[in-house]
DNA sequence: CTGTTAGCGCTTTCAA
DNA sequence: TTGAAAGCGCTAACAG
């Protein structure tokens, strides 16, 4: 392996030198550089990132951390990676996608600490252990999504106005006559999953005294989202044939719902109405009917995540800035006056 | 920050005693061990992953190298990297996403080796400058995709087998009476659209000698797939009507032949046939009618590729394994005899 | 503008 | 089974 040293020896320089003819930290004559330049060239010569890494303490590289055991990316994750990927780009830093945090967690051979300047944190339940484990170790974060409230003056999120957004959605579909409607929610504990039920609760209250108890389901961790959309769509269509309308959580429980549909002899959208928080421009109008939706814009969720991790990074100094996505209510075929 | 001086003062050991209760690479007695661990818990100690590297010279961390200025993800990428990213945590590697590698590439701050125990090279060109350099800097790699026969004897690939494919594609439709196929082929100087074409050649001349100039586009680098798609088949079927059937490089390229074909007045599949090269098992049967295609089982190319790269970094021996993932004519309803 | 020196936090001999 | 000492390749502070 070629080093510095070798570098400096052989252009008659030295160490320091050939550091600050890389890192360009102070100035080098123009003809001492390029020779430099030149030898390394020649030797073949790249700095090593570790040992430099070592002094500097900074990587450029910023991690990304899923949570749970899967580590598999969504429609939704890949706009959101696409997003986060350009920023990077753009201000010269790497992306490490760091799934193995859970399995390896208590394999002491694995405990280390990232190699990272900051971290985006992924589909954040409200007292997440990963809050707690950057906080402590004083490592840059972003949040994607909305942290419980004593966090909230201690970490930057990036997020939709999700209780907004599902107030929206129910409330276009209460106004075109639905009073039964069916809620398909994320999993139980995720943030994202609390607010929107929120909105969607509020809306449903106001409109309707005299239910006490609206259809919500919360998809399991472990089921597929399609799987999700269609069987608890048949099932509970089955049980209370009055509901209709449905709200999915995502474009693919959307597909379950309109399978299901089919199966139980249901129109869409003239015996069932279907709406989804969705992202996904181009399969989206590939639905038929096409499905009306909720955009959640996450390609943008991504690089504002980045920006401002970045952001904080630079400038050295932690960051509580709270940015809030705007949502779009796109619609579509999917949705009808409720004829029943 | 606390070092393993820190924890080792603490717990009244040596350096290298913590040193090895961690890595466990010599036996420590149980109870010195346990006090350590605790010692370090109750400090919050992690080890320093750039130190440790910087002696060790491994990263456990993989890279993902894309091509080109955009770094933007297809469904292609999506399920591949799902692929890669599971095997990862299989193996307890992480994901290094390096897309600044082009932008950055001549400015000498940003010369470095990478952090990485190896490399996968997406994409790849015939003669790609990225090959030469992991052969240079002996950095194991595996390419997905093919490579110039020069280096056939030096890098491990993992990849379809693109010629087949395109012969199996092109077969189908001569065998439903077309004659006149539009391909609408992948950018020119990547492998994997000179394959393609090599089979869909090969059919054409077995078949109609009398046809010496078949219609072949190619994307160009810049232009969206869906507008490729579009485009390509607008201007050729009004050009050359006689064209009866369409290949298309991707789903997303099919779906702006289905809005080309429609704009046209042609139904599918009565008046044009069409078949994609794609993956996607999701949205795919959302086309209408139903997109026939030829499946290319990307996760399993990524999970392959990944398995290749961490066997040669685990081995220390640079692999020429060369592995082919079976691809699959699925046909739906997008294709039919032709009644031209 | 350039050279010298002293670490960064860890692993790895070598010795006990 | 443990400790002491010598680096890994680089940057940074100091000196000139």
Redesign the pocket.
């Known amino acids: 392996?070629?080093?510095?040293?070798?570098?400096?020896k052989q252009a008659?320089?030295?160490?320091?030198?050939?550091?600050?003819v890389?890192?360009k930290?102070?100035?080098?004559?123009?003809?001492?550089?390029e020779h430099v330049l030149q030898v390394a060239r020649q030797l073949n010569?790249?700095?090593?990132y570790?040992?430099?890494s070592?002094?500097?303490?900074e990587t450029r590289i910023i991690g990304l951390n899923m949570r749970g055991e899967k580590a598999k990316f969504s429609q939704f994750h890949l706009s959101l990676i696409n997003g986060v990927l350009r920023q990077c780009y753009e201000r010269g830093y790497r992306l490490l996608i760091n799934t193995l945090a859970e399995k390896y967690a208590n394999r002491v051979e694995f405990q280390?600490s990232d190699p990272v300047d900051g971290e985006i944190l992924l589909d954040p339940i409200e007292k997440d252990p990963r809050i707690e484990e950057c906080l402590e170790k004083n490592l840059p974060m972003v949040v994607i999504g909305r942290t419980a409230r004593e966090y909230s003056a201690k970490v930057a999120t990036v997020d939709n106005d999700n209780v907004e957004a599902a107030a929206l959605v129910t409330e276009h579909l209460v106004g075109l006559g639905h009073r039964h409607i069916l809620f398909l929610n994320a999993a139980k504990k995720r943030t994202v999953s609390i607010d929107r039920e929120a909105g969607f609760q509020k809306i449903i209250r106001a409109t309707y005294q005299d239910i006490d108890q609206p259809f919500i389901a919360y998809k399991a961790e472990e089921e597929t989202a399609i799987d999700y959309g269609y069987e608890r769509t048949l099932d509970m269509l089955r049980h209370n044939p009055a509901i209709s309308a449905v709200i999915a959580d995502t474009d693919k429980v959307a597909l379950g719902v309109y399978k299901a549909a089919a199966e139980l002899g249901r129109v869409i959208p003239d015996d069932l109405s279907v709406m989804a928080f969705s992202d996904e421009p181009v399969f989206l109008s590939e639905f038929s009917p096409a499905l009306s939706s909720m955009k959640l814009n996450s390609e943008l969720l991504g690089m504002e995540a980045a920006n401002t991790l970045i952001d904080q990074i630079e400038a050295d100094s932690p960051s509580v800035k709270r940015t809030t996505i705007a949502t779009d209510l796109i619609l579509r075929a999917s949705t009808e006056k409720n004829k029943r």
């Open positions: 392996m070629v080093t510095m040293n070798d570098v400096a008659g320089v030295s160490k320091s030198t050939v550091s600050n890389f890192s930290k102070r100035p080098i004559s123009k003809e001492v550089s010569y790249k700095p090593n570790f040992a430099r070592l002094t500097t303490r280390s």
